[in-house]
């Protein structure tokens, strides 16, 4: 295969290509650090999409694409011993390019996106890892004064325990990071841990972050990891 047609085929069928990508590292035993809770927010979906699956750069049945950047978002769920959690259910939801979210009680005037999905869903794989090929959102206002940065919320479960919920925040939006009230809410030296650096890839022509979820408090209740 030439490497345009390589190209080609990876821009095409890119989940297939994520087996080509190195998966974040696991963390030595002495620092799988907690990643903290933040707020689950207003706009966890109501109705779930029928389309459910890891990409959110398109809906079934509809020809055209989501707005924005494509980005890809994967990492490993693992627990605070270090160990990979096959099994674990990633949901992330988020606002598309322009900021909005499709729920009634987003009252931003900026326009829905129809063929962005919204919300996903992953079930971790071998070694606790989850991929979503999803769009850079768009930040929107809160107040006359506040304005959240571009961020994606995540919810992780397992079963018989309290589900991780947080926010993904990518580092080269500084400003908007720096003013942030839920980001401020975490202890600084904790806020690097919601934090991702989009790279370019060069296989994917897209950039991607990585982002490792360690479960915490609510895992505390049973360190046996779930691999059913
Ligand atoms: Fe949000």
Same mark, same amino acid.
């Given at each position: 295969?030439?490497?345009?047609?390589?190209r080609?085929?990876?821009?095409?069928?890119p989940?297939l290509?994520?087996?080509?990508?190195?998966?974040?590292q696991?963390?030595?035993?002495? !620092?799988?650090?907690?990643?903290?809770?933040?707020?689950?927010?207003?706009?966890?979906?109501?109705?779930?999409?029928s389309?459910?699956?890891?990409?959110?750069?398109?809906?079934?049945?509809?020809?055209?694409?989501a707005l924005?950047?494509?980005?890809?978002?994967?990492?490993?769920?693992?627990?605070?011993?270090?160990?990979?959690? !096959?099994?674990?259910?990633?949901?992330?939801?988020?606002?598309?390019?322009?900021?909005?979210?499709?729920?009634?009680?987003?009252?931003?005037?900026?326009?829905?996106?129809?063929?962005?999905?919204?919300?996903?869903?992953?079930?971790?794989?071998?070694?606790?890892?989850?991929?979503?090929?999803?769009?850079?959102?768009?930040s929107?206002?809160?107040t006359?004064?506040?304005?959240?940065p571009?961020?994606?919320?995540?919810?992780?479960?397992?079963?018989?325990?309290?589900?991780?919920?947080?926010?993904?925040?990518?580092?080269?939006?500084?400003?908007l990071?720096r003013?942030?009230?839920?980001?401020?809410?975490?202890?600084?030296?904790?806020?690097?841990?919601?934090?991702?650096?989009?790279?370019?890839?060069?296989?994917?022509?897209?950039?991607?972050? !990585?982002?490792?979820?360690?479960?915490?408090e609510q895992?505390?209740?049973?360190?046996?990891?779930?691999?059913?």
């Amino acid at each position: 295969m030439s490497l345009t047609s390589r190209r080609t085929f990876l821009k095409n069928s890119p989940m297939l290509a994520i087996g080509l990508l190195n998966f974040p590292q696991l963390i030595l035993a002495d !620092k799988c650090l907690i990643t903290p809770n933040q707020t689950e927010g207003p706009f966890y979906p109501l109705n779930f999409p029928s389309d459910s699956d890891q990409d959110l750069t398109r809906v079934a049945g509809h020809s055209s694409i989501a707005l924005g950047e494509k980005i890809l978002i994967m990492g490993r769920v693992i627990t605070p011993d270090c160990i990979p959690l !096959k099994g674990a259910k990633v949901e992330i939801w988020q606002a598309c390019a322009s900021g909005r979210y499709d729920h009634e009680f987003d009252g931003n005037s900026a326009p829905i996106d129809p063929n962005f999905q919204y919300w996903g869903l992953f079930i971790t794989k071998n070694d606790g890892q989850y991929s979503f090929l999803t769009i850079k959102p768009g930040s929107y206002p809160v107040t006359t004064n506040w304005r959240r940065p571009p961020h994606i919320h995540f919810k992780v479960k397992i079963p018989h325990q309290s589900p991780l919920i947080t926010q993904l925040y990518f580092t080269e939006e500084t400003q908007l990071n720096r003013q942030d009230r839920i980001l401020q809410r975490i202890p600084s030296q904790q806020r690097k841990l919601v934090m991702t650096e989009l790279i370019y890839n060069q296989s994917l022509m897209m950039r991607v972050g !990585k982002f490792n979820i360690i479960l915490g408090e609510q895992y505390a209740d049973n360190r046996t990891p779930y691999l059913g």
